[in-house]
């Protein structure tokens, strides 16, 4: 099965595809859409849709898993909310089932509780993929984390 998963935001979004046949995970792609910051928000969520487009027509995923929103007080907030509603319909557009998980959920998935650090979860990931070198930007790892968390919770 392949999987694409999202870490969802306005700036950027990161994002990793996982294959899972043959009896083990292997990471095919990630890294992040980045939007023009100059731009209007509405802009940016075009950009997001473009270039997620361009993504699933390449690599085909059979499922996303996407990350829920932690909602806090921000600046962002809203717009990150956006963007995510964004990359959601545009997944549906494909007919790719999503899969949403909280951050406590992936981090239970892959550290085995939902309390880890980064560092914790960053560890999983290259053992599970097993990646020699951590994956980079941070938004990619933890859209390969996001992804992981979509085949584990199948």
Not at 38 to 61: H, N, T
Not at 82 to 105: D, H, T
Request: hydrophobic residues 45%; neutral net charge.
């Amino acid at each position: 099965m392949r999987i694409l998963g999202i870490d969802p935001g306005l700036a950027r979004v990161g994002y990793g595809v996982i294959d899972t046949s043959g009896g083990d995970q292997r990471m095919l792609d990630c890294g992040i859409i980045r939007t023009d910051p100059g731009r209007s928000d509405g802009e940016r969520m075009v950009e997001i849709a473009r270039d997620l487009r361009q993504l699933v027509r390449l690599w085909r995923p059979e499922l996303a898993a996407v990350e829920q929103f932690f909602f806090y007080r921000s600046s962002t907030t809203i717009s990150v909310v956006q963007a995510r509603g964004v990359l959601i319909m545009s997944l549906a557009r494909f007919g790719i089932p999503v899969r949403e998980f909280p951050p406590m959920q992936i981090k239970l998935a892959l550290a085995g509780h939902g309390h880890a650090d980064k560092e914790a979860v960053l560890d999983a990931v290259m053992r599970e993929l097993n990646l020699s070198e951590p994956p980079r930007p941070d938004d990619a790892a933890d859209a390969l984390a996001v992804a992981l968390t979509g085949w584990f919770q199948r």
